[in-house]
């Protein structure tokens, strides 16, 4: 079966950091582009970051310059680095991946159950 998982959310001060992973399991042989969105209380969820299984990044208006996405493709994982974080990056943090193939099927569009990142002093 396979499953995405996040890990790294939590509690972090104003100009903190954090790093966020998400690491797909299961006999997987390939994963499409991979992102992070994150939705607020209230709020719609948006795009935090993108990157294709080729490395080419996109980014959140509100997060360029701050935030970096990464991933490692032989580990089936994607990275959010997170730096001068802000009391509005709080939210649910969820990764997507848009195409998992394994040696005997295809998944789209798949999401992780999210991690909290709360960012208070």
Do not use: H
Request: hydrophobic content about 30%.
């Amino acid at each position: 079966q396979v499953q995405l998982v996040e890990s790294g959310g939590g509690l972090v001060q104003p100009g903190g950091s954090l790093r966020l992973s998400c690491v797909a399991s299961g006999s997987i042989f390939s994963i499409g582009s991979m992102g992070w969105y994150r939705q607020a209380p209230g709020k719609q969820r948006e795009l935090v970051a993108a990157i294709t299984r080729g490395g080419i990044t996109n980014y959140g208006d509100s997060v360029k310059g701050r935030f970096t996405i990464s991933r490692d493709n032989a580990k089936n994982t994607v990275y959010l680095q997170m730096n001068s974080l802000k009391s509005e990056d709080t939210a649910v943090y969820s990764c997507n991946a848009d195409r998992i193939a394994t040696s005997t099927y295809v998944l789209y569009n798949r999401w992780g159950q999210g991690t909290q990142v709360t960012v208070s002093s």
